[in-house]
T-cell receptor, first 113, second 110 residues
Framework: KAGVTQTPRYLIKTRGQQVTLSCSPI?????VSWYQQTPGQGLQFLFE???????NKGNFPGRFSGRQFSNSRSEMNVSTLELGDSALYLC????????????FGPGTRLTVL | AQRVTQPEKLLSVFKGAPVELKCNYS??????LFWYVQYSRQRLQLLLR??SRESIKGFTADLNKGETSFHLKKPFAQEEDSAMYYC????????????FGSGTQLTVLP
């Protein structure tokens, strides 16, 4: 099975812009979770989608949003970018029949200038 | 609020020596605990989870609810164990929302 893929792998934006990141889960996985990883805050949960519905949301401002499509692919969007949004954004997918394990993608490295 | 603490940012041991990576947590409900590992230039992957009570690559971890700890242990470290290790917690049945510790970089010296 192909692993979780994320596009793009690297992205450079300037303050005030918006960005969309994409995540394709492992075939058959219907749950996609997003995490932000920074040197200062570590790995933090952003949100989780299952069957096109957001089920859980972490403690992030409303500038961070996401969605999931019928094929389970997910996108996350960050509007009005700030310097502090520079981070590695990871997505993880899981099979609802095997609830415990999440499989992580390689991440998208976002740099905000 | 749930929280995971990994007190050691860096840990170095010699090959063949025992290794213990510490993890403490705070959570009011029934937690599920995990250890994730990230080898150099590889993606984050699950190493083990407490409900499985299994040994993976010689590593074991026991959930101690009294001490709220989930330390990762291996009796004889190998050079290929060098990696970043993250302890993570989720509420039981909601393993898709993980709270991670800050991680411990383990280096096994030859």
């Amino acid at each position: 099975k192909a692993g979780v893929t994320q596009t793009p792998r690297y992205l450079i934006k300037t303050r005030g812009q918006q960005v969309t990141l994409s995540c394709s889960p492992i075939s058959g996985h219907r749950s996609v979770s997003w995490y932000q990883q920074t040197p200062g805050q570590g790995l933090q949960f952003l949100f989780e989608y299952f069957s096109e519905t957001q089920r859980n949301k972490g403690n992030f401002p409303g500038r961070f949003s996401g969605r999931q499509f019928s094929n389970s692919r997910s996108e996350m969007n960050v509007s009005t970018l700030e310097l502090g949004d520079s981070a590695l954004y990871l997505c993880a997918s899981s099979d609802p029949r095997a609830d415990r394990e999440q499989f992580f993608g390689p991440g998208t490295r976002l740099t905000v200038l | 609020a749930q929280r995971v603490t990994q007190p050691e940012k860096l840990l170095s041991v010699f090959k063949g020596a025992p290794v213990e990576l510490k993890c403490n947590y705070s959570y009011s409900g029934s937690p599920e605990l995990f250890w994730y590992v990230q080898y150099s230039r590889q993606r984050l992957q699950l190493l083990l989870r407490h409900i499985s009570r299994e040994s993976i690559k010689g590593f074991t971890a026991d959930l101690n609810k009294g001490e709220t700890s989930f330390h990762l242990k291996k009796p004889f470290a190998q050079e290929e164990d060098s990696a970043m290790y993250y302890c993570a917690l989720s509420s039981l049945g909601s393993a898709r929302q993980l709270t991670f510790g800050s991680g411990t970089q383990l280096t096994v010296l030859p």
